[in-house]
């Protein structure tokens, strides 16, 4: 959508310092690995360089975000250090707000009281799940409870509300992540992001999945899970982010013990999606399956908005091969109308 492709994020990674849990999807090697606090220089020399990318874009909105860690669990003198750097940024007119994500156990008036004197625009709360025996099982060292605590918390103080959630955790089921998807629509945060589960080596995940106690969902369950999970949220008006995790150095197909991971799952969803639209738009505009497979040579053009042109073909023209199996006969062709709203796909003729 035009919106999101205007909004640009320059994101800033901070270390695990200070958070004091080990959940079974962090990998602690890799967070151990570096002690040391980001520097000033490797900041604003991030920030510099993404800002002259960004010059002439014509965006409505550019951020810098503190991500890759519980940002409100470090020190409060360190997070008032990296916070006085973006702020520079933003009374210099060069950036529009500061973003950052945390855990929802660190949440508290002091704290928001110092991101407010900074002028954070929004808070994201790693939640992963609403249903308390996944938080215990994936050793979250919250409940649910702490989450909803911190979403009033976060509106009372005017910040944008972000929420964060996996798929596929420990003693999850598809109807939990549903559920979580669900008190997420409640809770009506301005956006969300959903990231299905990824067994990385060094984990107590990969522990868990090597003694048969934890099983990974897999790709495709991830992804038919996630798909039902961003309709919910989609339809509830939140702006979706992310889905699925980007390739780095520690999460890639080979370094994925739990075959979960895909470079372009969100494709994948979205595609999921657009499959489940466009045959019921066919089946409503000409009849059941079987009548349409008995009509012989039948040519239909679906209609989408230009973002989404490709997610009716599908990843790697999965649709296709889809409908192709399941009707013969059937003559497809996409086209595009920005009339049309995002994610929404018809039969125009």
């Known amino acids: 959508m035009d919106s999101m492709k205007k909004h640009a994020i320059i994101p800033i990674f901070i270390p695990h310092l200070g958070c004091p849990h080990s959940c079974v999807f962090c990998d602690q090697n890799a967070i151990t690995a570096r002690q040391q606090p980001v520097s000033e220089k490797e900041i604003t020399d991030t920030i510099e360089q993404w800002l002259s990318t960004l010059e002439g874009r014509g965006l409505d909105k550019v951020e810098i975000s503190f991500y890759g860690g519980s940002f409100t669990a470090i020190p ?7 916070l006085e750097i973006g702020y520079r940024y933003v009374r210099a007119g060069r950036v529009d707000s500061l973003h950052l994500s945390t855990r929802p156990d660190y949440i508290d008036d002091e704290i928001l009281t110092n991101l407010k004197k900074y002028e954070v625009g929004a808070v994201e709360l790693g939640v992963q799940s609403f249903d308390d025996e996944v938080l215990e099982k994936s050793q979250r060292g919250h409940t649910a409870d702490a989450v909803f605590d911190a979403c009033r918390l976060i509106r009372e103080y005017g910040f944008d509300l972000g929420i964060q959630l996996m798929v596929g955790l420990p003693g999850d089921t598809k109807e939990k992540d549903i559920r979580s998807a669900e008190i997420t629509a409640g809770l009506r945060p301005s956006l969300a992001r959903i990231y299905p589960t990824v067994v990385l080596r060094g984990t107590a995940l990969a ?32 702006e979706i982010m992310r889905v699925g995790l980007k390739s780095t150095d520690l999460i890639t197909p080979g370094t994925d013990l739990g075959g979960t991971y895909h470079p372009a799952f969100r494709q994948l969803v979205e595609g999921m999606i657009a499959r489940e639209d466009m045959e019921a738009a066919l089946i409503e505009r000409f009849g059941p399956a079987e009548n349409i497979r008995a009509a012989g040579h039948l040519a239909v053009t679906f209609a989408s908005c230009g973002r989404c042109v490709s997610n009716m073909s599908g990843h790697k023209g999965v649709n296709r091969e889809y409908f192709r199996a399941k009707y013969p006969e ?19 003729k």
Do not use: C
């Open 330 to 348: 059937l003559e497809m062709h996409f086209t595009s109308d920005n009339d049309i709203a995002d994610n929404t796909y018809i039969v125009v």
């Open 76 to 82: 409060l003198e360190l997070q008032t250090k990296y």
């Open 207 to 238: 522990d868990m999945m090597a003694s048969g106690e934890y099983t990974p969902p897999g790709v495709e369950k991830a992804a038919d899970i996630t798909k039902d999970m961003y309709r919910i949220l989609s339809d509830a008006g939140i």
